[in-house]
């Protein structure tokens, strides 16, 4: 008998294809090496070819949904909600910050400072979701 699929499953599993299919929807556009890292400053420190480049993200964000789910399930949350809202919050920022490399490996101006602050905004609102969820409510 087949699973039967989650929304939550089917909502990752679209945020993760939408990635992949924007990473092939620019491939003629992307150069050779495509930068995947960068310092604080916006300086790129780290090249891979262009497949990995493409590939990479979505890549690590089927990894990331897999250990999400094994982590849930062996340690359920006592709120159910909370588990999903931050399974697809996680695919969804992973997904952001894939478009910001393709962006600015498209020339695109990208700026890290917001970068930096929105990741930083996202992670304290996600724990602060997640403590109060099992804790406060």
Known sequence: MARRQSRTDIASGAIIALTA???V???SRLPAEVAIHFSASGTPDNYVSKPVGVVLMPALMLATLIVLKLAFR???PDVPRMAAT???ATMAFMSGIHGLVLAWNL???VPFDIVLVGSLVWTVVMVAYALKAEYVD
């Open 86 to 88: 931050i399974t697809v």
């Open 21 to 23: 299919l924007a990473g």
């Open 74 to 76: 062996y340690d359920p």
């Open 25 to 27: 929807a620019v491939w």
């Open 107 to 109: 020339g695109y101006s």
